[in-house]
């Protein structure tokens, strides 16, 4: 089949050109409704606690739940454009409705059958607007989506500090914010990040203009300050380009690597810089201060731990765990309010226990391998991109627990999973050759990716 043809069909499938910036529209005027505060910068931590109760300033709960119903919704109005079709079961979606059945499961056990109830539900409407999505959205589209979204909150967010005054990048405690806590701004910045640079790295148009908005999101990634969010990154990308690349060449650009950065310890050494000092406050993010148990992160391991093993196996059912009973209990031994673990990994022990935690990394990692053969097959950089936010998802989780629907980064990807899990690409292009591993402008012509996987973006 001709590359034309193939554009073709691709477009079809994917639905028309504005979709994916009538649907970023749509999400990021909801998120940013839900989660976004323009006077955060000017709260002391960047926390709007209470005064007296130490109780989070939040949404209404039932008015949430409206909004995430108007979002689901949307997922049902894709389905019903792309019209009523039997979608094609691959092998990933085994484990997806194993992960999904387990803690609809749950609630035979939960230890807060209410709070689980609420929650399946949220599952629920998050696998809907997934299916929904990936009817209609194809891998490059998933780029588009993510960085319409997180573009526009860096500008919203960039032009609030400056009207507040808040916006003073030189000062030794800045912490780049915009509307939301500087973590969570790291969180949004990679999905910019990554974004960007798998576009800049393997499509075949407009690359200047990717790689500078790849700078830009590193840039002020940096600036928020955000270890778990900073290492993320360069965790995913490391990862990516080590898998991106081919074994002979990884293998030398990894000892050349190896030679440089001993070659500079031994300089930098010989100078007689406290190297070792430098380089854990260049870790720190210039937070050194905050650095002491991870910011109160292992006493909170500590004081969770026990309740971990009480129920290794089940847990206490989806996310039921976190009672007010069991917060003020931890609160005790921590002496500031948790309502998570702070470790995706943990939280969902205590939510599932290890068969629950077993299944949603055996969907993690199918969904990865599903990603890099699809990849390989199309060269698309949406299935890269895919793989960037999966990783970073596993790094960022050691630190910090993701949410459903409530997060933008947990949207795209389940609409990838669901992407693969129901609905493979309907058309294949094998190049008959490993993943590229050349930028596009050095590719020969007859070698360069078909203009079908970039239709998405056209």
């Not at 043809?5 to 050109?17: D, F, K």
């Not at 990838?416 to 993943?435: D, K, L, N, W």
């Amino acid at each position: 089949m001709s590359a034309p043809a193939i554009a073709t069909e691709s477009r079809s499938h994917n639905g028309s050109q504005h979709l994916p910036i009538l649907l970023a529209v749509l999400l990021g005027v909801v998120f940013f409704y839900l989660g976004h505060d323009p006077q955060i910068s000017t709260v002391d931590g960047w926390t709007p606690w209470a005064d007296s109760t130490n109780t989070f300033v939040s949404k209404n709960m039932a008015l949430r739940g409206g909004v995430y119903a108007l979002v689901s919704l949307l997922g049902v109005i894709c389905v019903l454009r792309k019209g009523f079709e039997i979608p094609r079961i691959t092998l990933l979606a085994l484990p997806v409705i194993a992960y999904v059945g387990w803690s609809v499961m749950s609630l035979a056990w939960s230890h807060d059958a209410g709070t689980t109830v609420i929650r399946i539900g949220v599952m629920g409407l998050t696998c809907i607007t997934a299916y929904g999505f990936s009817r209609v959205l194809g891998p490059s589209q998933w780029i588009w989506l993510g960085v319409l979204i997180t573009g526009a909150y860096l500008v919203i967010g960039v032009l609030t500090e400056l009207a507040l005054g808040t916006f003073r990048p030189w000062g030794s405690g800045y912490r780049f914010a915009g509307t939301v806590h500087p973590n969570e701004q790291g969180s949004l910045l990679t999905i910019l990040f990554f974004g960007a640079y798998c576009q800049a790295r393997w499509s075949a148009t407009h690359r200047g203009r990717w790689l500078m908005l790849t700078l830009i999101g590193l840039v002020f990634l940096v600036l928020t300050k955000s270890r778990t969010a900073c290492a993320s990154a360069i965790f995913s990308i490391a990862v990516l380009e080590c898998v991106m690349v081919p074994t002979k060449r990884s293998f030398f650009i990894g000892a050349c690597l190896a030679w440089t950065v001993c070659a500079a310890v031994f300089l930098i050494s010989a100078s007689g810089v406290d190297l070792v000092g430098q380089s854990t406050q260049a870790a720190h993010l210039g937070r050194g201060a905050e650095a002491e148990g991870l910011n109160g992160r292992i006493p909170l391991w500590e004081a969770v731990l026990p309740f971990a093993r009480e129920n290794l196996i089940l847990g206490y059912g989806l996310d039921s765990f976190w009672t007010s009973e069991n917060i003020e209990h931890i609160q005790h031994y921590v002496h500031w309010p948790a309502r998570d673990a702070h470790s995706l990994y943990l939280n969902m022990i205590l939510g599932l226990g290890v068969i629950g935690l077993s299944l949603f990394l055996l969907m993690i990692f199918s969904a990865m391998w599903r990603s890099a053969r699809g990849f390989r097959q199309t060269g698309d950089p949406g299935y890269a991109f895919l793989i960037t936010l999966l990783l970073s998802l596993l790094a960022f989780g050691v630190l910090e627990v993701v949410g459903a629907l409530t997060s933008l980064d947990a949207v795209i990807v389940c609409c990838g999973i669901a992407y693969m899990a129901f609905e493979a690409p309907r058309t294949q292009v094998s190049f008959h050759r490993s993943i590229p591993d050349v930028w596009p402008a050095s590719r020969p012509q007859s070698q360069r990716i078909p203009a079908f996987s970039q239709g998405a973006t056209r």
